[in-house]
């Protein structure tokens, strides 16, 4: 966690991501297992998976869902000596398929840094619509923003 804690893009795309030391990464990770059972539903709190890889166990990154206004935002993360490979696309694809059917969500949002190209790219692998360009505070600043919708009827978003 802490490794992609430093690495440049979170710091550059994440900035809610990244954590001063370990106690307060080791804090903030209690919180989000807490978040399991209380509330334990995305629509109420975060819901946060680990991306493992398959055959060696490591950790890649995460899918997270999370309240946002009426509806469950989707976040994501991979290690960058991971990316380029299929795998963010592939976990967001399944952790949005298994979150639908675990908490009857018909649709999920996600919202990127307009000028993040690889963010947005995989969106569209992992069959998110883009919506709509906004300017809104993200990742702590005033920014331009894409939103995408992902149906779990597979219908475009509208």
Not at 70 to 76: I, P
Request: charged share 20%; glycine share 6%.
């Amino acid at each position: 966690m802490m490794a992609l804690n430093g690495e440049p893009s979170t710091r550059r795309w994440l900035l809610s991501h990244v954590y001063a030391n370990a106690p307060e990464a080791v804090e903030r990770m209690r919180y989000l297992i807490d978040c399991y059972t209380s509330p334990g539903d995305p629509r109420l709190g975060p819901y946060v998976l680990a991306v493992d890889h398959l055959a060696s166990g490591a950790l890649l990154g995460h899918v997270g869902f999370s309240p946002f206004r009426n509806d469950v935002e989707v976040s994501y993360a991979i290690a960058e000596s991971h990316r380029k490979q299929g795998y963010g696309a592939e976990a967001l694809s399944h952790a949005c398929q298994w979150a639908a059917r675990s908490f009857n969500l018909s649709r999920l949002l996600a919202i990127t840094e307009s000028e993040n190209e690889p963010s947005r790219r995989t969106l569209d692998r992992a069959n998110f619509v883009h919506c709509e360009d906004t300017v809104m505070r993200f990742q702590g600043a005033e920014q331009l923003v894409s939103h995408y919708v992902w149906r779990a009827d597979g219908n475009e978003a509208r």
